[in-house]
């Protein structure tokens, strides 16, 4: 027992400083404030330097590490604080709100996203050598869990290919598989397994998102969503909510609003002939839609965004 708690501080000081080392290794590849695309397909970097109101973000399967900071984001009611320790996994398409809670310039609240390449995913799941989860996860598409020494290491070395270009297209791809098995061995990636894995009711479900995020401006028929994922309609809709904390229709609303107001700001579109474009029958309905949405009239809010006083909706 004693030998026990004398080895437990050295693994922790090893999880500690691998955060500053890769704290370290963003901060010098992000070295302004905001969003910094990278040489590697769907790795970003950011930095963020001051707390900010809460606002709409979407986000796509993906895996974000946290080494300083805190940031709140909010599934349908539910919360999930991510600071300096934490990893937030998504395994499908969701919206979300977002909010920076604690970030400075002396301290910058700084993270890597890395959008997951599902076919590798299951690549990795296929091997069967790949051990069983510790423990099932919540249900939700989003789930929140602490970082290991593991992840931060292969991290650490995915960012440093950075500074090899020409090594980007062999040793990327194989960084990026043992992340997705060091994420696969947390309790969180059970909700990741599901998805990836053909026949679960979390893949069918997926299968619906992906669907109705391609055909949102379509009249949404909930025997045509049951059909696309293979399940019954009741089925389908208790699977639904149970992985993203809203009913398909919801969802799909969702979309439409967030694509709206982008076609609005990106493309100059009037309220009007966005509302139409993205499926609406009513524009009286979209603009009261967009207000409960937005928490403003359509175009006196792309006004705020065009002026930046508000937070673009996908903003991670």
Not at 15 to 34: D, F, H
Not at 98 to 122: C, F, H, K, T, Y
Not at 170 to 191: A, D, K
Not at 198 to 214: Q, V
């Amino acid at each position: 027992m004693a030998k026990r708690t004398q080895e437990q501080p050295d693994s922790r000081l090893t999880v500690i400083e691998l955060r500053k080392v890769l704290a370290s290794r963003i901060a010098g590849q992000a070295q302004s404030a905001g969003e910094h695309s990278t040489a590697i397909p769907g790795l970003t970097l950011f930095r963020r330097t001051e707390p900010s109101s809460c606002y709409r973000a979407t986000y796509e399967p993906s895996l974000t590490i946290f080494v300083q900071g805190r940031k709140l984001i909010n599934l349908g009611g539910t919360e999930y604080l991510c600071d300096g320790s934490k990893f937030l996994l998504s395994s499908i398409d969701v919206p979300v709100q977002s909010q920076i809670v604690e970030a400075s310039e002396e301290v910058p609240l700084l993270s890597m996203l890395l959008r997951l390449d599902m076919p590798m995913v299951g690549e990795v799941l296929s091997r069967e050598d790949l051990p069983e989860p510790a423990a099932a996860s919540q249900r939700h598409g989003l789930a929140v869990g602490e970082t290991t020494a593991g992840l931060l290491g292969a991290c650490i070395r995915l960012i440093e290919i950075l500074d090899a270009p020409e090594d980007i297209p062999f040793l990327s791809p194989l960084v990026q598989r043992e992340i997705i098995y060091r994420i696969l061995r947390t309790p969180q990636g059970e909700r990741l397994r599901a998805i990836a894995t053909r026949g679960d009711l979390s893949h069918r479900t997926a299968k619906a998102i992906t669907w109705l995020r391609a055909n949102y401006t379509k009249p949404l028929r909930m025997e045509q969503l049951a059909e696309v994922s293979r399940m019954g309609v009741s089925t389908l809709h208790h699977q639904f909510r149970a992985l993203t904390a809203m009913s398909p229709l919801q969802y799909q609303k969702q979309l439409r609003l967030q694509a709206a107001r982008q076609r609005m700001v990106t493309d100059g579109l009037d309220a009007t002939s966005a509302a139409y474009e993205v499926g609406y029958e009513s524009v009286s309905q979209f603009s009261r839609e967009y207000s409960r949405f937005f928490g403003q009239p359509p175009m006196r809010d792309v006004k705020a965004l065009r002026d930046g006083r508000v937070a673009p909706t996908n903003a991670a």
